[in-house]
């Protein structure tokens, strides 16, 4: 099974500032997807995207996370004005011919 | 709606016990069906996954059996190792994103 890469491994970051999460692409995927797990919890979908646009979005992505994918290059979760409730693990996945794979996620802790 | 219920942790074992883990899905359509596993600090890892209702799915002695008539898809091991300790993520998957259970964390004692 290919490898999702994810950077960085771990943040830590002030309340109120600005992160991004990036996930690098496999090739001859096509969908991408952001997953949430705070510490003791379910895993949550965030957000799914596909051919440069938001596919589908969960309440929990609101007006302080955006994504993109700039020029087919890395995958990226951009969490604006960062809260302390952000703290969590978060989990890049990409589909394609060979299935879905997750990524080996981005511990962010907001402080 | 879409959603998955499993077995409340934390499960303790004995090295060399039987695992049952259960969990059942609520689904619109019919889903593929997946267990991960999460190794303390480490991301998620597909442990084994079922497409379709009767298939089993199996992996390092791990199997779960898709049921469609019971909406369920248990994790069983006939004999489980130190090294399993890990917690344990049911989902289904019906295209666009994975529904996750709770997971259960499991520590097998020597």
């Known amino acids: 099974e290919p490898e999702v890469t994810q950077t960085p491994s771990h943040q830590v970051t002030q309340m109120g500032q600005e992160v991004i999460l990036r996930c690098v692409p496999i090739s001859n995927h096509l969908y991408f997807y952001w997953y949430r797990q705070i510490l003791g919890q379910k895993v949550e979908f965030l957000v799914s995207f596909y051919n440069n646009e938001i596919s589908e979005k969960s309440e929990i992505f609101d007006d302080q996370f955006s994504v993109e994918r700039p020029d087919g290059s890395n995958f990226t979760l951009k969490i604006r004005s960062t809260k302390l409730e952000d703290s969590a693990m978060y989990f890049c996945?990409?589909?394609?011919?060979?299935?879905?794979?997750f990524g080996s996620g981005t511990r962010l802790t907001v402080v | 709606g879409n959603s998955v219920t499993q077995m409340e942790g934390p499960v303790t074992l004995s090295e060399e016990a039987f695992l049952t883990i259960n969990c059942t899905y609520t689904a619109t359509g019919y889903p593929s069906l997946f267990w991960y596993v999460q190794y303390p600090g480490e991301g998620l890892q597909l442990l084994l996954k079922a497409t379709k209702a009767d298939d089993k799915g199996s992996n390092k002695g791990f199997e779960a059996t898709y049921r469609k008539e019971t909406t369920s898809f248990h994790l069983e091991k006939g004999s489980v190792q130190v090294s399993d300790s890990a917690v344990y993520f049911c989902a289904s998957n019906t295209g666009n994103q994975f529904y996750f259970g709770t997971g259960t964390s499991l520590t097998v004692i020597p």
């Open positions: 996945a990409q589909w394609g011919i060979q299935g879905y794979t």
